[in-house]
């Protein structure tokens, strides 16, 4: 089945500590996404990625890091500096680079909790 | 700056009703919109995606319309089930193609 994994399901952090979400892709997709989502409010973007070695900030990156190294996988590594980082992580993937012109598939989702 | 906006923020209907979800955006300048189903927990699911040239777009039981000039759009449920229980959101594709969301609708059909 062609899809979208993310992994773990559940997440569990220590203050001060970085911790890294997968998210896995076989739909043959150029674009991937990392999208945040808190209770009450809209996704919001932290990091997309249109091609291999290549990705670029959203609106909220500050204490995030991405890397894409292969087209099927776009890790996002939380780190220290974020301050408030309990919240659930959507993954998800397009055809093309431009983020809305195509429909996007989304991961089952990482839910994040600081200890 | 867009803003997208979806009221009520949750809903209650029993089963077999026909049902209206909005969505309001203030810049009409938009490239599409789109309408997602959130199960509890879980990822989304692309429901229907209108282009900013088109009125309407239909699946099944959803009927999604667009109006730009007035900065609305409806999602369209007909006879709705049990199973249709979930958050609906919608985004907009502004003219930078990013998408910008609503905080969503949580419909729960009560059997």
């Known amino acids: 089945d062609g899809g979208i994994t993310q992994s773990p399901k559940y997440l569990f952090r220590k203050e001060g500590q970085n911790v890294t979400l997968s998210c896995e892709q076989n739909?043959?997709?150029?674009?991937m996404y990392w999208y945040r989502q808190d209770p009450g409010q809209g996704l919001r973007l932290i990091y997309y990625?249109?091609?291999?070695?290549?990705?670029q900030k959203g609106d909220i990156a500050e204490g995030y890091s991405v890397s894409r190294e292969k087209k099927e996988s776009f890790p996002l590594t939380v780190t220290s500096a974020q301050k408030n980082p309990t919240a659930f992580y959507l993954c998800a993937s397009s055809i093309g680079g431009l983020a809305g012109a195509d429909t996007q598939y989304f991961g089952p989702g990482t839910r994040l909790t600081v200890l | 700056k867009q803003e997208v906006t979806q009221i009520p923020a949750a809903l209650s209907v029993p089963e077999g009703e026909n049902l209206v979800l909005n969505c309001s955006f203030t810049d009409s300048a938009i490239y599409n919109l789109q309408w997602f189903r959130q199960d509890p927990g879980k990822g989304l699911t692309s429901l229907l995606l209108?282009?900013?040239s088109q009125r309407e777009q239909t699946s099944g039981r959803l009927n999604a319309s667009l109006d730009k000039s007035s900065g609305r759009s409806t999602l369209y449920i007909a006879a709705s089930q049990p199973g249709d229980s979930a958050t609906y959101l919608c985004a907009v594709t502004d003219s930078n193609y990013q998408l910008i969301w609503g905080a969503g609708t949580k419909l729960i059909i009560k059997p």
């Open positions: 990625s249109q091609i291999v070695n290549d990705f």
């Open positions: 209108i282009q900013s």
């Open positions: 739909l043959n997709h150029d674009a």
